[in-house]
Structures are given as structure tokens and as C-alpha cells.
């Protein structure tokens, strides 16, 4: 008995992990119904995650968006499907959010920065990762809706508030992998937001710049009363507040003045030289049986846009068969030796704040090529210490590396897609 009870509770748990999911024949699109098929268990593995993850308020993956809560439990949760938006494929999520946030003390920008906060990034942790190296998908499109609780005539209501969230694949990579706000700010301008089909914007330091807020709507608090993010639940209940922000204040002193730009001159950068000669040489003397440093160009700190990077010279011997244009010959020059350095030459430089980041120019060569009047590309990868130290700590893709810093092909920058410059080679 207990055996068959066992058995029934998994095919339970099997059948709600297969609700999430819209199935291939309710698409009509042959190639979205194939790309559903394809996927299909990576699908169902992403809505056993949703499902089972915590949320803050009850969350309730629904084909329907503004169904109240009881009318949700029992209606129809598949939702997880791929989708077409602007031309683009995209894996659509839709679903119900039972908070409801106070109108009096959100504005319309902190409720979409609430929802998304709360519901679309961890769901974009747990969807990219399975998809971020998939070509056939472009992007991640989120229909989300929560409540939003006022008065009319002093009479409270709650009513229900929609957002749309767009991302397109690198940026939803780039968001997620990157640790610099400058660089996740960058990521969410390529995506689109809309609330109530109004189009909106997600500000990560919590303020809308004064040159835009005119443009997306925003309205200034009426006197007296602060802009906190309370939320109740959608039952009604006040929950505490979540990132509530100070009453604003009478008076404060001017913010203090940025940092000075770093000091590029060539003083400095010999002075950098001399401080790091001894740890360079023995750098060199370690791993040159792995980086093939170039013999007549020790690493030598340079000044590149503005900062000041050690750049180290590498020859890269590529394989015989790896023809093609130099964006292929690049990124494998990337996978196959560049990126099996970063970590190696990272452990010589616990102290990021001597200079800003690390360069490698790379002598690409073709194994079995006489190197006399053989022609080579020469590529320099100049990466920031943020991205590196991601990239290190396995928080970040060598794609989303290659995203944050420069690429340089024969001294043209270069914007490198590792896996349409690879031509599709799985790496």
C-alpha cells in the first residue's frame, strides 16, 4: 500500500511538473511547435524550478493573466512556451503575482522595479543558463502581473497591473553575468518594459535621470509624503516595507568629487614598471611554457582608453584546419589559449586598484605554416579587472568577458560572438 501510494504522489508531481509547459501541438507555428518539441524537457525542468522555488508572495505560473487567487489554483498554469516578438524567437513566460503595492507610496517605476526584482530575475537565473548558448533562441519575454492597491471616493480597491519585460539574449547574459551596475544598466537600455503597455524603465540606483523623467511619465510626490515601496499582500495584509526610501531632506551637503582620472603619463606607467619589474619576470619565467610569451616584448603596462592595463604578448598556434576569417581565427584564438590564461596570470594580482584591467595581444599563427612570409593576424583582448575577476569566479561566460572589454582585430575594434564566429563549433 504504501509502495502504490508512493507511485501515485510521483505521477502527481510529474503531471504539475508537465502543467507549467504549453505542449508542441497547441503551437500553431511548425517552427516554434519543433523548437517546443526539441526543448521539451528543459522546458519542464524550468517549471519544476519555478514552481518549487520560494517567493516572497505567492507566484502562480497561469495561460491567463488577472485571475484572483483562488480562481488561479485551479485554472490553466502551462505558460512556459517559445514565442515570436519583433521577428525574434523568445521564450515566453506569463504568470500571476499576488503582492499588491501601495499607490500612494510607489510610484509606477518602483512597482516595475519591484516585480522585476522579484519575479523576472530569478526567473532569468533560472532560464538563461539552459538557453544562452542555443542560436535558435533570441530572447526572453516575461508577461507579469501583480496588484496594485488605492482608494476611490475613500473606498480602498485592489486592482490588477501588467509587465512586460523583453530581453534579448546577450543582455539578458550580460545582466546576469556582470557585477558592475554601469555594465547592468547597459543591459537593461536594450531591453524593453512596459507597464500597462506603457513603456517604462528600470533605473538600478532606484532614480530616474532628470533628463528622462519628463519622457517616461514620472511625477513628482506630492509634498510631505515619501516615495516608499510598501507592499501588502494580496489578501491585504501590510507586509514590511521592501527598500523603503528616506523622507527626503531639508538640505544636504554637495556629494563629494569623483575620484581623479587615472594618471596615463608615461612617468606613471614606468613608475607602475619598476614597482612590478621583480613579479613580472617571475610571471614570465612560470608560465611562458603556457602562454608562449613573445621574447623581444616583455609585459609592460600601457595606457588604453583612458586606464592603464598591463598588456602581455603571446603567440597563439592555431591548428592546421582553423581557416576561415579573422573572427574565427580570433575566437579561437580566445577558447584555445586566452581564456586558459586569465586565471593563471590572475593569481600573480591580488590588488586590483594599481591599474585597471589586462590586455593580451595575441600573434596568431597556423601550425605547419613556414613563419617566414606567412601571413598572421594580431589581436589584443583588453579586459577590466570586474570582468576578469567575474569571469575567474566562474560568475560569468567567456562570452559575456569578451562582451565587457575590447576586442581589437589588426587595430580595428571588433564586436566578437564566440559561437557565429566558430561558425556553431561547440566549445
Sequence with gaps: MRRISSVLLLLVACATVRAQVLSPVEIKDPDLRALQERYLDDLQQLGA??????WQY????SRKLD???QHQKGADQRSIRFDRYNGKTVLEITGNYYAAYSSEKMTPEQRTKQT????VVPILKLAVPPFQGNSSVQGYAFEISHHVLGKVMGVSVEQPENLVVVLPQKAAIRFLGARDDNVRQGALLQGEFYLNARPMMIWLEGQVPQNMAKSSGQEDAPAGESASTEIVSGGGQTAQPVAATPPPQPAKPADPPPPPPRDTSPQALASLQAANKELLSGMVKELDSQAHFVSYA???FVAFRKQTYLEL???TTLGQAAGGSRYKLAALAFDDHVA??????LGYFKDDTQFDGIGFSANLHLAGKASAGASSEAVEFFFPFTALRCYEHYDCTGQQLLDAGTVLVNGERVGLDLQNA???SAR
Design 49 to 54: 524550478s519555478i514552481t518549487s522555488a520560494h
Design 116 to 119: 522585476f526584482d522579484s519575479v
Design 58 to 61: 505567492p507566484f502562480y505560473l
Design 340 to 345: 586558459h590564461l586569465i586565471r593563471p596570470v
Design 313 to 315: 604578448s603571446i603567440n
Design 422 to 424: 566558430e561558425g556553431g
Design 67 to 69: 485571475l484572483d487567487e
Design 298 to 300: 616583455a609585459p609592460s
